[in-house]
Nanobody, 128 residues
């Protein structure tokens, strides 16, 4: 079992920045592709970005490309999401996810059903 705990969310003005963290426990996530998703009220959970287990391959949704950066520190068993240039439409609950079924595979899955473990989410609110 892998437990994922997100932190770093909050209220920020448009144009501001936040860094989300996703701390894993229970198992090392160093071999797992990791992803960030978000869900706004009344909408489906959507892909934000993903990172391969080695960190060399990334994938970003068009809506966040150039503004968000995913990274990982395997020594800390933690994944990060740096968000710059935040917009009101980025307001959502942000979730990190792990894909042990794809352990060791150089892939950056975008589908919700590609991930096995999820955190509880952290709220990000961007005011205009």
């Amino acid at each position: 079992q892998v437990q994922l705990v997100e932190s770093g969310g909050g209220l920020v003005q448009a144009g501001g920045s936040l860094r989300l963290s996703c701390a894993a426990s229970g198992r090392t996530i160093s071999k797992y592709p990791m992803g960030w998703f978000r869900q706004a009220p009344g909408k489906e959970r959507e892909f934000v970005c993903a990172l391969s287990w080695g960190g060399g391959t990334t994938n970003y949704a068009d809506a966040v490309k150039g503004r968000f950066t995913i990274s990982r520190d395997n020594a800390k068993n933690t994944v990060y999401l740096r968000m710059d240039g935040l917009k009101p439409e980025d307001t959502a609950v942000y979730y990190c996810a792990a894909s042990p079924r794809l352990s060791g595979v150089d892939i950056v899955p975008m589908r919700v059903d590609s991930y096995d473990y999820w955190g509880q989410g952290t709220q990000v609110t961007v005011s205009s």
